[in-house]
T-cell receptor, first 112, second 114 residues
Framework: AQSVTQLGSHVSVSEGALVLLRCNYS??????LFWYVQYPNQGLQLLLK??????LVKGINGFEAEFKKSETSFHLTKPSAHMSDAAEYFC??????????FGTGTRLQVTL | DSGVTQTPKHLITATGQRVTLRCSPR?????VYWYQQSLDQGLQFLIQ???????AKGNILERFSAQQFPDLHSELNLSSLELGDSALYFC?????????????FGQGTRLTVV
């Protein structure tokens, strides 16, 4: 079985500041990890994914995440926040099957 | 545009009624998933079909059922609707079976039960 914990339901950063959204996972099998973004009244869009190989994964819109097995973490970062990054972000995990188990989401607010 | 099409976008219906949500996957994708997003439950996996066959079942109520047709489109049927069924229902599709497969999501159907 898999589960995901996202720390912080709301995160607020200033434009240009570092974005750090936290995700910890639990999995009984080697996990595949995903970050999705949801803009208001929109579906979910994949930002990045970790399957195997390089543990630092780069995604769209300047986001990246690092898979740390020892810490069971997959935190999402972006060096410099932009107003357009304001959205809800979901971390998700799969195992051998392809159904996604989502975290509860983190709403990112970007202020001037 | 993810290539996944869901209809209708919005649906308002009364308690006790039955509705059908429709999903057309991306061209060539064999796998279709249904998810429910609500304020109290978050994003929950309901059910998955792969090439017409049910492959995985999640927290889907007995009042809900789904199927995938030979042309690979899928329908989610919700019956005896209750106020608590009000939610955003997403369909997603993927090309392969396996945990490392990326799923593409539609824009969702917002169901309001009154």
């Amino acid at each position: 079985a898999q589960s995901v914990t996202q720390l912080g339901s709301h995160v607020s950063v200033s434009e240009g500041a570092l974005v750090l959204l936290r995700c910890n996972y639990s999995s009984s099998v080697p996990p595949y990890l995903f970050w999705y973004v949801q803009y208001p009244n929109q579906g979910l869009q994949l930002l990045l994914k970790y399957t195997t190989g390089a543990t630092l994964v780069k995604g769209i819109n300047g986001f990246e995440a690092e898979f740390k097995k020892s810490e069971t973490s997959f935190h999402l970062t972006k060096p410099s926040a932009h107003m357009s990054d304001a959205a809800e972000y979901f971390c998700a995990v799969t195992g051998t099957a392809s159904k996604l188990t989502f975290g509860t989401g983190t709403r990112l607010q970007v202020t001037l | 545009d993810s290539g996944v099409t869901q209809t209708p976008k919005h649906l308002i219906t009364a308690t006790g009624q039955r509705v059908t949500l429709r999903c057309s996957p991306r061209s060539g994708d064999l796998s279709v998933y249904w998810y429910q997003q609500s304020l109290d439950q978050g994003l929950q996996f309901l059910i998955q079909y792969y090439n017409g066959e049910e492959r995985a079942k999640g927290n889907i109520l007995e009042r809900f059922s789904a199927q995938q047709f030979p042309d690979l489109h899928s329908e989610l049927n919700l019956s005896s609707l209750e106020l608590g069924d009000s939610a955003l229902y997403f369909c997603a599709s993927s090309g392969r079976w396996g945990g490392n497969t990326e799923a593409f999501f539609g824009q969702g159907t917002r169901l309001t039960v009154v």
